[in-house]
């Protein structure tokens, strides 16, 4: 039973959410209760957790009395029972002694490995849920692992479960399992007490990040998306503005030939993508977005 319980905790090193400092603080918190059930106080223990290869130790110290003069067992050892466990020790001294695991009994065993196994997933989940709400509107590739009539599922570099519904899918996209697929993650949830991460290949974020790839003066802030509506496979209208009057925004989006937009185009099935140059003035602005159409008349209604 004890190396059942070692080797449970062997396994823990391979979870992919939980830091090394919080994993090695639970271990250490199950394996003080365990001391605590059994001998009232872990006060003068010492639990010594190794993560990398699932070893675990732990040490009772305890001074050292003159025979008859032990008032408490769990912090005073006599001076013969001490030198059962080592030959040198004297009076005043403290005794170390490496408690045996197998000591503790099979049910306590059985208690904190199943108290850990809980704690370890519940810390995964915290872990992953943290992970992706810090990444809602930034881009995730993955690999389509499971196809379902209303949703996929998609498995991150790391083996994280993420879902892609229908209704966030682009109408010309088609996946088969092991295709890799680029997702904005747009939402993170709670269901039944589990992170459910929920993506979309519809979303203006999704266009957006996609320019911020394709586009480096986007990235460094040379120019700005200010607006982007989509119908997803269809059209997509994205407004720009530079800072810099230098950088023309239109220009620096389109890249040479299409060289910059000709990947964004093929990623979300052909869309076609105007992209316009941002202005304050609402009637040009909107002469801009409608274009090609010839706008005869506008009447702002402010």
């Known amino acids: 039973m004890s190396l059942q319980l070692v080797e449970s905790f062997s396994e823990f090193k391979e979870f992919k959410n939980i830091d090394r400092a919080t994993m090695m603080r639970v271990l250490e918190d199950v394996f003080r209760t365990m001391i605590r059930r059994k001998y009232g106080s872990d006060d003068n223990f010492d639990v010594i957790v190794n993560t990398d290869n699932g070893d675990l130790e732990i040490y009772r110290n305890r001074e050292i009395v003159d025979m008859g003069e032990v008032e408490d067992p769990n912090k005073e050892i006599n001076i013969e029972d001490a030198k059962k466990l080592e030959e040198d020790y004297e009076i005043g001294e403290e005794a170390i002694e490496d408690i045996d695991m197998a000591s503790f009994g099979r049910r306590t065993i059985l208690t904190a490995r199943q108290t850990l196994l809980s704690k370890v997933l519940e810390l995964e989940k915290d872990e992953f849920y943290k992970k992706y709400k810090d990444r809602v509107g930034e881009i995730v590739t993955g690999e389509v692992y499971q196809i379902w009539k209303n949703e996929i599922m998609i498995l991150d570099d790391e083996g994280n479960e993420l879902i892609l ?76 503005e530079s800072y810099d009057d230098r950088v023309d925004p239109v220009g620096a989006c389109v890249g040479m030939k299409g060289s910059r937009i000709h990947g964004i185009v093929r990623e979300l099935k052909n869309e076609n993508i105007d992209v316009i140059n941002y202005t304050s003035n609402i009637q040009l602005l909107i002469q801009r977005s409608l274009s090609p159409a010839k706008v005869s008349s506008i009447v702002i209604n402010d």
């Open 165 to 240: 519904p229908k209704r966030e899918m682009i109408p010309r996209d088609f996946f088969k399992k092991g295709d890799g697929v680029r997702a904005v993650v747009l939402r993170v949830e709670m269901y039944n007490s589990n992170p459910k991460i929920i993506l979309s290949r519809t979303a203006p974020e999704f266009l957006e990040r996609l320019f911020e790839l394709e586009v480096p003066e986007i990235l460094d802030g040379l120019i700005t998306v200010k607006k982007i509506v989509r119908e997803p496979g269809e059209r997509a209208k994205v407004a720009v």
